[in-house]
Nanobody
């Protein structure tokens, strides 16, 4: 079973940047598709980005395309989400997940982290 731990969240001003990390323990992430998802207060959890096991294929939600970048370092068993040009509507708890599909269908993911809070506010 894969255990996932997110880090890197915090408070940032609009237009700022943050990099989230998703580290694996107990089992390697290297063979898994990994995704980032987010859940804002009062809203359903939604897909943000996914990356395949080699890192060659990446998919993004339209709302973050051109601003966010997902990447991975399989040697470190870590997946990253670089978030630039942040907007107040990006405020949410961000989760990483593994074992699902590249389209980012939530129900396809078996392993989830505990989440990290991102707040975009002046």
């Amino acid at each position: 079973q894969v255990q996932l731990v997110e880090s890197g969240g915090g408070l940032v001003q609009p237009g700022g940047s943050l990099r989230l990390s998703c580290a694996a323990s107990r089992r390697t992430l290297s063979g898994y598709i990994v995704g980032w998802f987010r859940q804002a207060p009062g809203k359903e959890r939604e897909f943000v980005a996914t990356i395949n096991s080699s890192g060659a294929s990446r998919y993004y939600a339209d709302s973050v395309k051109g601003r966010f970048a997902i990447s991975r370092d399989n040697a470190k068993d870590t997946v990253y989400l670089q978030m630039n040009s942040l907007k107040p509507e990006d405020t949410a708890v961000y989760y990483c997940a593994a074992g699902g599909n590249l389209r980012g269908v939530l129900s396809s993911y078996n392993y989830w982290g505990q989440g990290t809070q991102v707040t975009v506010s002046s």
